[in-house]
Protein backbone atom coordinates (compact mmCIF):
# COMPACT_ATOMS: atom_id res chain seq x y z
CA UNK A 1 0.00 0.00 0.00
CA UNK A 2 1.43 3.43 -0.83
CA UNK A 3 2.06 5.98 1.47
CA UNK A 4 0.58 9.32 0.91
CA UNK A 5 1.95 12.55 2.00
CA UNK A 6 -1.09 14.59 2.86
CA UNK A 7 0.84 17.53 3.64
CA UNK A 8 1.99 17.85 0.09
CA UNK A 9 -0.82 16.85 -1.31
CA UNK A 10 -2.41 20.32 0.69
CA UNK A 11 1.09 22.58 -0.14
CA UNK A 12 1.31 22.93 3.48
CA UNK A 13 3.59 22.78 6.34
CA UNK A 14 3.92 19.47 8.61
CA UNK A 15 3.36 22.61 11.32
CA UNK A 16 0.41 24.00 10.01
CA UNK A 17 -1.93 25.35 11.89
CA UNK A 18 -5.91 23.98 11.34
CA UNK A 19 -6.86 27.20 9.79
CA UNK A 20 -4.02 26.86 7.13
CA UNK A 21 -5.29 23.56 6.25
CA UNK A 22 -8.74 24.58 5.73
CA UNK A 23 -7.84 27.35 3.68
CA UNK A 24 -5.50 25.46 1.53
CA UNK A 25 -8.19 23.03 0.89
CA UNK A 26 -10.46 25.30 0.23
CA UNK A 27 -8.01 26.82 -2.21
CA UNK A 28 -7.20 23.69 -3.77
CA UNK A 29 -10.94 22.70 -3.77
CA UNK A 30 -12.03 25.68 -5.88
CA UNK A 31 -9.44 25.14 -8.38
CA UNK A 32 -9.95 21.20 -8.94
CA UNK A 33 -13.58 20.54 -8.03
CA UNK A 34 -14.73 18.48 -10.91
CA UNK A 35 -18.40 20.28 -11.11
CA UNK A 36 -16.41 23.17 -11.69
CA UNK A 37 -12.90 23.04 -13.08
CA UNK A 38 -11.55 21.94 -16.23
CA UNK A 39 -8.10 21.48 -15.03
CA UNK A 40 -6.92 18.01 -16.34
CA UNK A 41 -7.57 15.13 -14.26
CA UNK A 42 -9.07 17.48 -12.05
CA UNK A 43 -11.51 14.47 -10.30
CA UNK A 44 -8.35 12.63 -9.09
CA UNK A 45 -6.97 15.94 -7.77
CA UNK A 46 -9.66 16.98 -6.07
CA UNK A 47 -10.43 13.33 -4.47
CA UNK A 48 -6.38 13.41 -3.39
CA UNK A 49 -7.18 17.27 -1.96
CA UNK A 50 -10.36 16.12 -0.23
CA UNK A 51 -9.17 12.68 1.33
CA UNK A 52 -6.00 15.28 2.67
CA UNK A 53 -8.46 17.23 3.60
CA UNK A 54 -10.13 14.85 5.56
CA UNK A 55 -7.05 13.26 7.55
CA UNK A 56 -5.57 16.58 8.77
CA UNK A 57 -8.89 19.09 9.61
CA UNK A 58 -9.71 16.42 12.39
CA UNK A 59 -6.82 16.55 15.39
CA UNK A 60 -7.47 12.87 16.11
CA UNK A 61 -6.97 11.89 13.09
CA UNK A 62 -3.80 14.23 12.02
CA UNK A 63 -2.40 13.13 15.32
CA UNK A 64 -2.47 9.31 14.17
CA UNK A 65 -1.04 10.14 10.88
CA UNK A 66 1.61 12.20 11.86
CA UNK A 67 2.68 9.34 13.94
CA UNK A 68 2.52 6.82 10.95
CA UNK A 69 4.35 9.70 8.92
CA UNK A 70 7.06 9.92 11.59
CA UNK A 71 7.48 5.96 11.58
CA UNK A 72 7.60 6.01 7.17
CA UNK A 73 10.08 8.90 7.62
CA UNK A 74 12.76 6.95 10.39
CA UNK A 75 12.30 4.24 7.68
CA UNK A 76 10.34 1.25 9.35
CA UNK A 77 7.61 0.53 5.92
CA UNK A 78 4.41 1.36 6.47
CA UNK A 79 2.53 -1.54 8.17
CA UNK A 80 -1.03 -1.03 8.22
CA UNK A 81 -3.28 -2.27 10.77
CA UNK A 82 -4.65 -5.80 10.56
CA UNK A 83 -7.62 -6.57 8.24
CA UNK A 84 -6.92 -3.01 6.25
CA UNK A 85 -8.12 -5.60 2.76
CA UNK A 86 -11.15 -6.29 4.16
CA UNK A 87 -13.04 -2.92 3.44
CA UNK A 88 -14.81 -2.67 0.14
CA UNK A 89 -15.48 -0.09 -2.07
CA UNK A 90 -17.80 0.20 -5.28
CA UNK A 91 -16.33 1.39 -8.61
CA UNK A 92 -17.88 1.69 -12.01
CA UNK A 93 -15.41 0.72 -14.77
CA UNK A 94 -15.64 0.57 -18.46
CA UNK A 95 -14.50 -1.88 -20.26
CA UNK A 96 -11.59 0.26 -21.40
CA UNK A 97 -11.09 1.36 -17.78
CA UNK A 98 -11.25 4.86 -18.00
CA UNK A 99 -14.37 5.69 -16.06
CA UNK A 100 -14.68 5.47 -12.21
CA UNK A 101 -17.04 6.29 -9.90
CA UNK A 102 -17.60 9.96 -9.23
CA UNK A 103 -17.99 9.32 -5.50
CA UNK A 104 -15.31 6.58 -5.51
CA UNK A 105 -14.20 5.75 -1.70
CA UNK A 106 -11.03 7.08 -0.26
CA UNK A 107 -7.77 5.75 -0.76
CA UNK A 108 -6.89 2.18 0.66
CA UNK A 109 -4.14 4.23 3.05
CA UNK A 110 -6.87 6.11 3.98
CA UNK A 111 -9.38 3.36 5.22
CA UNK A 112 -6.53 1.29 6.72
CA UNK A 113 -5.81 4.14 9.07
CA UNK A 114 -9.57 5.80 9.51
CA UNK A 115 -11.34 3.11 9.05
CA UNK A 116 -14.89 3.82 6.31
CA UNK A 117 -17.59 5.77 7.07
CA UNK A 118 -15.57 8.54 9.08
CA UNK A 119 -16.37 12.03 8.77
CA UNK A 120 -18.87 14.79 6.81
CA UNK A 121 -18.92 12.33 3.87
CA UNK A 122 -20.64 9.88 6.20
CA UNK A 123 -23.10 12.06 7.95
CA UNK A 124 -27.07 11.54 7.26
CA UNK A 125 -27.52 13.30 3.86
CA UNK A 126 -24.18 12.63 2.82
CA UNK A 127 -24.17 10.96 -0.91
CA UNK A 128 -20.76 9.90 -0.83
CA UNK A 129 -18.95 7.34 1.58
CA UNK A 130 -20.56 4.94 4.52
CA UNK A 131 -23.86 5.18 3.97
CA UNK A 132 -23.89 1.24 2.86
CA UNK A 133 -22.04 0.83 6.14
CA UNK A 134 -24.31 2.32 8.43
CA UNK A 135 -27.63 0.82 7.32
CA UNK A 136 -25.91 -2.78 7.39
CA UNK A 137 -24.34 -1.73 10.71
CA UNK A 138 -27.62 -1.26 12.43
CA UNK A 139 -28.91 -4.71 11.99
CA UNK A 140 -32.92 -3.78 11.50
CA UNK A 141 -35.36 -6.06 10.36
CA UNK A 142 -37.12 -3.32 8.74
CA UNK A 143 -37.20 -4.49 4.92
CA UNK A 144 -35.15 -1.71 3.21
CA UNK A 145 -34.36 -0.97 -0.37
CA UNK A 146 -30.99 -0.92 -1.56
CA UNK A 147 -29.06 2.28 -1.74
CA UNK A 148 -28.91 3.94 -5.41
CA UNK A 149 -24.98 3.75 -7.09
CA UNK A 150 -23.39 6.35 -9.41
CA UNK A 151 -20.70 5.33 -12.15
CA UNK A 152 -19.56 6.83 -15.42
CA UNK A 153 -19.06 5.69 -18.81
CA UNK A 154 -17.14 7.46 -21.73
CA UNK A 155 -18.20 6.35 -24.95
CA UNK A 156 -16.78 7.26 -28.23
CA UNK A 157 -18.91 9.94 -30.55
CA UNK A 158 -19.46 6.96 -32.67
CA UNK A 159 -21.45 4.75 -30.21
CA UNK A 160 -24.11 7.52 -29.62
CA UNK A 161 -24.39 7.26 -33.56
CA UNK A 162 -24.97 3.39 -34.04
CA UNK A 163 -26.00 2.31 -30.14
CA UNK A 164 -23.26 0.37 -28.21
CA UNK A 165 -22.20 -2.13 -26.00
CA UNK A 166 -20.04 -1.86 -22.90
CA UNK A 167 -19.04 -4.48 -20.50
CA UNK A 168 -18.21 -3.05 -17.30
CA UNK A 169 -16.95 -4.33 -14.10
CA UNK A 170 -18.35 -3.52 -11.11
CA UNK A 171 -17.48 -4.52 -7.79
CA UNK A 172 -20.26 -5.01 -5.06
CA UNK A 173 -20.39 -5.30 -1.48
CA UNK A 174 -22.56 -8.76 -0.54
CA UNK A 175 -23.04 -10.54 2.42
CA UNK A 176 -22.06 -14.10 2.86
CA UNK A 177 -23.45 -16.59 4.53
CA UNK A 178 -22.31 -15.33 8.01
CA UNK A 179 -23.14 -11.63 7.65
CA UNK A 180 -19.72 -10.61 6.69
CA UNK A 181 -19.01 -8.01 3.90
CA UNK A 182 -17.25 -9.93 0.67
CA UNK A 183 -16.64 -8.02 -2.73
CA UNK A 184 -18.13 -9.59 -5.49
CA UNK A 185 -17.29 -9.06 -8.74
CA UNK A 186 -19.95 -8.29 -11.65
CA UNK A 187 -19.64 -8.00 -15.08
CA UNK A 188 -22.73 -5.90 -16.94
CA UNK A 189 -22.99 -5.74 -20.67
CA UNK A 190 -24.88 -2.50 -20.76
CA UNK A 191 -26.45 -1.42 -24.19
CA UNK A 192 -25.60 2.38 -24.81
CA UNK A 193 -28.83 3.39 -26.20
CA UNK A 194 -28.93 5.63 -29.95
CA UNK A 195 -28.59 9.41 -29.66
CA UNK A 196 -27.23 9.48 -26.10
CA UNK A 197 -25.71 13.35 -25.26
CA UNK A 198 -22.73 14.04 -22.89
CA UNK A 199 -23.71 13.91 -19.60
CA UNK A 200 -27.10 12.46 -20.02
CA UNK A 201 -27.55 9.53 -17.58
CA UNK A 202 -28.55 5.63 -17.61
CA UNK A 203 -30.73 3.97 -15.54
CA UNK A 204 -30.09 0.42 -14.73
CA UNK A 205 -33.08 -0.86 -12.33
CA UNK A 206 -32.11 -2.81 -10.35
CA UNK A 207 -28.11 -3.04 -10.40
CA UNK A 208 -27.88 -0.95 -7.70
CA UNK A 209 -27.42 -2.14 -3.71
CA UNK A 210 -28.96 -5.15 -2.73
CA UNK A 211 -31.73 -4.61 -0.55
CA UNK A 212 -32.36 -5.53 3.29
CA UNK A 213 -35.31 -7.56 4.46
CA UNK A 214 -36.73 -8.90 0.87
CA UNK A 215 -36.99 -5.26 -0.03
CA UNK A 216 -35.71 -4.53 -4.05
CA UNK A 217 -32.21 -3.32 -5.03
CA UNK A 218 -31.40 -0.45 -5.91
CA UNK A 219 -30.83 1.11 -8.83
CA UNK A 220 -27.13 1.92 -11.15
CA UNK A 221 -27.00 5.36 -12.80
CA UNK A 222 -24.59 5.51 -15.32
CA UNK A 223 -22.97 9.03 -16.40
CA UNK A 224 -22.23 9.17 -19.97
CA UNK A 225 -18.99 11.06 -21.41
CA UNK A 226 -17.51 11.35 -24.73
CA UNK A 227 -14.32 10.66 -25.44
CA UNK A 228 -12.67 13.57 -26.93
CA UNK A 229 -13.26 13.50 -30.81
CA UNK A 230 -10.05 14.72 -32.95
CA UNK A 231 -12.23 15.96 -35.57
CA UNK A 232 -15.91 16.54 -34.33
CA UNK A 233 -17.03 19.09 -31.17
CA UNK A 234 -20.66 18.61 -29.89
CA UNK A 235 -23.18 20.97 -29.59
CA UNK A 236 -26.13 18.93 -27.36
CA UNK A 237 -27.25 16.78 -30.36
CA UNK A 238 -25.28 18.88 -33.37
CA UNK A 239 -22.04 17.62 -34.74
CA UNK A 240 -19.93 20.40 -35.79
CA UNK A 241 -16.37 20.19 -37.28
CA UNK A 242 -13.83 22.10 -39.46
CA UNK A 243 -13.79 21.59 -43.16
CA UNK A 244 -10.61 23.09 -44.69
CA UNK A 245 -10.96 24.93 -48.38
CA UNK A 246 -8.76 26.36 -50.62
CA UNK A 247 -9.52 30.10 -51.37
CA UNK A 248 -10.43 29.67 -54.83
CA UNK A 249 -13.10 26.94 -53.62
CA UNK A 250 -14.17 29.32 -51.44
CA UNK A 251 -15.11 32.10 -53.98
CA UNK A 252 -15.55 29.89 -57.39
CA UNK A 253 -17.94 27.17 -55.12
CA UNK A 254 -16.45 23.24 -55.48
CA UNK A 255 -18.10 20.31 -54.50
CA UNK A 256 -15.56 18.58 -51.92
CA UNK A 257 -15.40 15.23 -50.10
CA UNK A 258 -16.24 15.62 -46.13
CA UNK A 259 -15.65 13.55 -43.36
CA UNK A 260 -18.83 12.20 -41.14
CA UNK A 261 -18.94 10.23 -38.38
CA UNK A 262 -21.43 7.95 -40.96
CA UNK A 263 -18.81 8.24 -43.63
CA UNK A 264 -17.59 10.55 -46.57
CA UNK A 265 -19.99 12.62 -48.48
CA UNK A 266 -19.66 15.01 -51.16
CA UNK A 267 -20.91 18.41 -50.10
CA UNK A 268 -21.69 21.27 -51.65
CA UNK A 269 -19.48 24.71 -51.31
CA UNK A 270 -21.20 27.73 -52.40
CA UNK A 271 -19.16 29.95 -54.62
CA UNK A 272 -18.69 33.40 -52.77
CA UNK A 273 -18.16 31.79 -49.47
CA UNK A 274 -16.37 33.42 -46.50
CA UNK A 275 -14.14 32.34 -43.66
CA UNK A 276 -16.36 30.27 -40.72
CA UNK A 277 -19.24 29.78 -43.33
CA UNK A 278 -21.38 27.07 -41.85
CA UNK A 279 -22.89 24.27 -43.99
CA UNK A 280 -25.45 22.49 -42.42
CA UNK A 281 -26.14 18.84 -42.80
CA UNK A 282 -29.90 18.77 -41.74
CA UNK A 283 -30.29 15.46 -39.37
CA UNK A 284 -26.95 14.15 -39.62
CA UNK A 285 -25.71 15.13 -36.02
CA UNK A 286 -26.73 12.85 -33.04
CA UNK A 287 -30.18 10.78 -33.57
CA UNK A 288 -32.68 11.91 -31.64
CA UNK A 289 -36.58 13.12 -32.30
CA UNK A 290 -35.52 15.30 -33.88
CA UNK A 291 -32.49 14.50 -34.80
CA UNK A 292 -29.06 16.84 -34.38
CA UNK A 293 -27.50 19.01 -37.29
CA UNK A 294 -23.93 18.43 -38.80
CA UNK A 295 -22.57 21.33 -39.11
CA UNK A 296 -19.45 22.04 -41.28
CA UNK A 297 -17.71 24.97 -40.51
CA UNK A 298 -15.54 26.64 -43.21
CA UNK A 299 -11.60 26.98 -42.87
CA UNK A 300 -9.70 29.10 -45.59
CA UNK A 301 -6.09 27.54 -45.77
CA UNK A 302 -3.69 29.98 -47.40
CA UNK A 303 -1.42 28.18 -49.38
CA UNK A 304 1.89 29.84 -49.46
CA UNK A 305 3.72 30.98 -52.33
CA UNK A 306 6.73 28.16 -53.00
CA UNK A 307 7.51 28.06 -56.77
CA UNK A 308 7.94 30.96 -59.38
CA UNK A 309 4.57 30.08 -60.70
CA UNK A 310 2.73 30.33 -57.43
CA UNK A 311 4.60 33.64 -57.10
CA UNK A 312 2.90 34.86 -60.51
CA UNK A 313 -0.65 33.40 -59.61
CA UNK A 314 -0.43 35.35 -56.41
CA UNK A 315 0.58 38.28 -58.98
CA UNK A 316 -2.02 37.90 -61.47
CA UNK A 317 -4.41 37.43 -58.74
CA UNK A 318 -3.00 41.42 -57.44
CA UNK A 319 -3.68 42.48 -60.56
CA UNK A 320 -7.26 41.23 -61.20
CA UNK A 321 -8.57 42.78 -57.64
CA UNK A 322 -6.81 46.20 -58.09
CA UNK A 323 -9.81 47.91 -56.62
CA UNK A 324 -9.66 45.30 -53.55
CA UNK A 325 -9.24 47.13 -50.29
CA UNK A 326 -9.15 44.66 -47.45
CA UNK A 327 -8.29 47.83 -45.15
CA UNK A 328 -11.61 49.42 -45.91
CA UNK A 329 -12.89 49.59 -42.86
CA UNK A 330 -9.98 50.71 -41.11
CA UNK A 331 -10.14 54.38 -42.84
CA UNK A 332 -13.22 55.34 -41.29
CA UNK B 1 -14.78 -13.61 -4.29
CA UNK B 2 -17.39 -15.68 -6.61
CA UNK B 3 -17.67 -16.16 -10.61
CA UNK B 4 -18.31 -13.10 -12.18
CA UNK B 5 -22.13 -12.77 -12.69
CA UNK B 6 -22.54 -11.69 -16.72
CA UNK B 7 -25.51 -9.57 -16.63
CA UNK B 8 -26.68 -8.21 -20.36
CA UNK B 9 -28.70 -4.78 -19.18
CA UNK B 10 -30.32 -1.57 -21.28
CA UNK B 11 -30.30 2.13 -19.73
CA UNK B 12 -33.08 4.04 -19.84
CA UNK B 13 -31.76 7.91 -20.12
CA UNK B 14 -32.78 9.28 -17.68
CA UNK B 15 -33.02 13.05 -18.58
CA UNK B 16 -35.72 11.95 -21.12
CA UNK B 17 -37.72 8.69 -19.73
CA UNK B 18 -37.41 9.16 -16.15
CA UNK B 19 -40.13 10.71 -13.44
CA UNK B 20 -38.94 10.87 -9.79
CA UNK B 21 -41.48 10.68 -6.69
CA UNK B 22 -39.72 13.09 -3.78
CA UNK B 23 -38.52 9.62 -2.05
CA UNK B 24 -36.89 8.41 -5.15
CA UNK B 25 -35.13 11.38 -5.95
CA UNK B 26 -33.93 11.55 -2.54
CA UNK B 27 -32.39 7.88 -2.77
CA UNK B 28 -31.49 8.58 -6.18
CA UNK B 29 -29.46 12.08 -5.54
CA UNK B 30 -28.40 10.75 -1.40
CA UNK B 31 -30.02 13.79 -0.54
CA UNK B 32 -32.37 13.81 2.58
CA UNK B 33 -36.00 15.21 2.74
CA UNK B 34 -34.60 18.56 4.21
CA UNK B 35 -31.93 19.10 1.44
CA UNK B 36 -34.43 18.10 -1.15
CA UNK B 37 -36.93 20.51 0.48
CA UNK B 38 -34.69 23.47 0.45
CA UNK B 39 -33.58 22.96 -3.35
CA UNK B 40 -37.08 23.23 -4.05
CA UNK B 41 -37.51 26.32 -2.38
CA UNK B 42 -34.35 27.62 -4.00
CA UNK B 43 -35.90 27.27 -7.42
CA UNK B 44 -32.66 23.99 -7.73
CA UNK B 45 -34.56 21.99 -8.41
CA UNK B 46 -38.78 21.96 -9.29
CA UNK B 47 -41.59 19.22 -9.39
CA UNK B 48 -43.14 19.62 -12.48
CA UNK B 49 -46.47 18.31 -11.38
CA UNK B 50 -48.05 16.98 -8.70
CA UNK B 51 -49.97 13.47 -9.03
CA UNK B 52 -52.23 14.41 -6.13
CA UNK B 53 -53.84 17.95 -6.42
CA UNK B 54 -56.29 18.52 -8.19
CA UNK B 55 -54.40 21.63 -10.42
CA UNK B 56 -52.49 19.95 -12.88
CA UNK B 57 -49.07 21.13 -13.59
CA UNK B 58 -48.94 22.94 -10.42
CA UNK B 59 -47.56 21.77 -7.23
CA UNK B 60 -48.40 22.12 -3.56
CA UNK B 61 -45.27 23.73 -1.20
CA UNK B 62 -46.52 21.16 1.74
CA UNK B 63 -47.29 18.34 0.25
CA UNK B 64 -43.69 16.86 -0.97
CA UNK B 65 -45.14 13.46 -1.43
CA UNK B 66 -47.25 14.34 -4.53
CA UNK B 67 -44.10 15.80 -5.87
CA UNK B 68 -42.59 14.62 -9.04
CA UNK B 69 -39.78 15.70 -10.69
CA UNK B 70 -37.98 15.45 -14.17
CA UNK B 71 -35.41 13.23 -14.50
CA UNK B 72 -32.56 16.58 -15.14
CA UNK B 73 -33.76 17.17 -11.23
CA UNK B 74 -31.14 14.07 -10.30
CA UNK B 75 -27.74 15.24 -11.58
CA UNK B 76 -29.13 19.06 -10.81
CA UNK B 77 -29.46 17.90 -7.17
CA UNK B 78 -26.02 15.75 -7.26
CA UNK B 79 -24.50 18.44 -8.89
CA UNK B 80 -25.99 20.81 -5.61
CA UNK B 81 -24.98 18.48 -3.17
CA UNK B 82 -21.42 18.28 -4.08
CA UNK B 83 -20.70 21.88 -4.01
CA UNK B 84 -22.24 22.30 -0.76
CA UNK B 85 -20.45 19.68 0.48
CA UNK B 86 -17.20 20.15 -0.92
CA UNK B 87 -16.68 23.86 -1.52
CA UNK B 88 -18.65 24.28 2.21
CA UNK B 89 -21.00 26.86 0.47
CA UNK B 90 -24.71 27.03 1.89
CA UNK B 91 -27.37 26.15 -1.14
CA UNK B 92 -27.95 29.43 -2.60
CA UNK B 93 -23.87 30.14 -3.55
CA UNK B 94 -24.47 26.25 -4.64
CA UNK B 95 -27.36 27.74 -6.96
CA UNK B 96 -25.37 31.02 -8.07
CA UNK B 97 -22.79 28.64 -8.87
CA UNK B 98 -24.44 25.94 -11.07
CA UNK B 99 -26.16 29.32 -12.65
CA UNK B 100 -22.79 30.55 -13.52
CA UNK B 101 -21.87 27.33 -14.95
CA UNK B 102 -24.75 26.76 -17.37
CA UNK B 103 -23.76 30.33 -18.58
CA UNK B 104 -20.24 28.88 -18.78
CA UNK B 105 -21.45 26.45 -21.15
CA UNK B 106 -23.33 28.45 -23.52
CA UNK B 107 -20.23 30.37 -23.74
CA UNK B 108 -18.70 27.56 -24.60
CA UNK B 109 -21.05 25.98 -27.02
CA UNK B 110 -20.78 29.08 -28.79
CA UNK B 111 -17.32 28.81 -29.29
CA UNK B 112 -17.49 25.50 -30.44
CA UNK B 113 -19.83 25.93 -32.82
CA UNK B 114 -18.01 29.28 -33.99
CA UNK B 115 -15.40 26.88 -35.28
CA UNK B 116 -11.66 27.37 -35.68
CA UNK B 117 -11.09 31.04 -35.63
CA UNK B 118 -8.15 32.35 -37.91
Sequence with gaps: ?332 | MDEPQHTALSGVVVEEHVFFTFTALCRASGADAAQLQAMVGEGLIAPTMSSGAAGAGRYSADSPADWQFSGDALPRARTALRLTRDLELPLSGAALVMDLLAEIESLRSRLRTAGRLP
Excluded at chain 1, 146 to 173: E, F, W
Design chain 1, 1 to 332: MEFKDYYATLGVERTATQDEVKRAYRKLARKYHPDVSKEPNAEARFKNVAEAHEALIDPERRAAYDDIARRQASGQPFEPPPGWDSGFEFSGRGGDGRAGSPDADFSDFFESLFGRGGGPRGGPGGPGRGREDMRRGGGSARPEQGGDHHAKVSIDLLDSYQGARRTMTLRMPVEDGQGRLMLQERQLEVTIPKGVREGQHLRLAAQGAPGHGGAAAGDLYLEIQFLPHPLYRLNGRDVIFDLPVSPWEAALGATVTAPTPEGPVQLGVPAGSSQGRKLRLKGKGLPGNPPGDLYAVLFIVLPAAATEAQRAAYQALAQAFADHEPRASLNG
